[in-house]
T-cell receptor, first 114, second 118 residues
Framework: DGGITQSPKYLFRKEGQNVTLSCEQN?????MYWYRQDPGQGLRLIYY???????QKGDIAEGYSVSREKKESFPLTVTSAQKNPTAFYLC?????????????FGPGTRLLVL | AQKITQTQPGMFVQEKEAVTLDCTYD???????LFWYKQPSSGEMIFLIY??????QNATEGRYSLNFQKARKSANLVISASQLGDSAMYFC???????????????FGRGTQLTVWP
């Protein structure tokens, strides 16, 4: 079945540690996105990528980094510079980055700081 | 700046009744898209319905319809014949035409928690 997978479902981070969240899609979509969701709030855009080896910062990119070496994969690293990383992280993809293109989401990863 | 407002933090509806979830938006772009997503307690965002700003007719998808009033910048979601499985958080989102970096991105409201009771 085509879709978006995210792993792990739950992730624990220690102080000063970098952690990487995985996002894989087999929909043959060009565009991929990372969002952060905090309780009682909508989704906020962290990074997005329109094509392999290209990505752009969203509204809250500080403390995060991404790579897009393959069309199918768009991993997000939460660095130690991100002081409040506890949140729900959602990855999404769309055929292309245009108005009206539906974004489809993965199941999400919950990140908790120990 | 793009802004999505959902004024109802929570809504309650009895099973089999219809319910309307409100969404207003603010944009200066002439062309944009409006989306509704459902987020059950599991967390995954499920796409429900889409409305383009130039579409003449309101979008419908099964039990979901979008009451689009362009002059009022309103895009309310109507769920007919509510089911217990409809209990979830619902998000309104907008995709402006933008320029450059804003093209195709989604701006989300804070969501409305819908509870369907028997």
């Amino acid at each position: 079945d085509g879709g978006i997978t995210q792993s792990p479902k739950y992730l624990f981070r220690k102080e000063g540690q970098n952690v990487t969240l995985s996002c894989e899609q087999n929909l043959n979509h060009d565009a991929m996105y990372w969002y952060r969701q905090d309780p009682g709030q909508g989704l906020r855009l962290i990074y997005y990528s329109q094509i392999v080896n290209d990505f752009q910062k969203g509204d809250i990119a500080e403390g995060y980094s991404v790579s897009r070496e393959k069309k199918e994969s768009f991993p997000l690293t939460v660095t130690s510079a991100q002081k409040n990383p506890t949140a729900f992280y959602l990855c999404a993809s769309s055929i292309r980055r245009e108005v009206g293109e539906t974004q489809y989401f993965g199941p999400g990863t919950r990140l908790l700081v120990l | 700046a793009q802004k999505i407002t959902q004024t109802q933090p929570g809504m309650f509806v009895q099973e089999k009744e219809a319910v309307t979830l409100d969404c207003t938006y603010d944009t200066s772009d002439p062309s944009y898209g409006l989306f509704w997503y459902k987020q059950p307690s599991s967390g995954e965002m499920i796409f429900l319905i889409y409305q383009g700003s130039y579409d003449q007719q309101n979008a419908t998808e099964g039990r979901y319809s979008l009451n689009f009033q362009k002059a009022r910048k309103s895009a309310n979601l109507v769920i007919s014949a509510s089911q217990l499985g409809d209990s979830a958080m619902y998000f309104c989102a907008m995709s402006p035409v933008g320029r450059g970096s804003t093209l195709g991105r989604l701006y989300f409201g804070r969501g409305t928690q819908l509870t369907v009771w028997p």
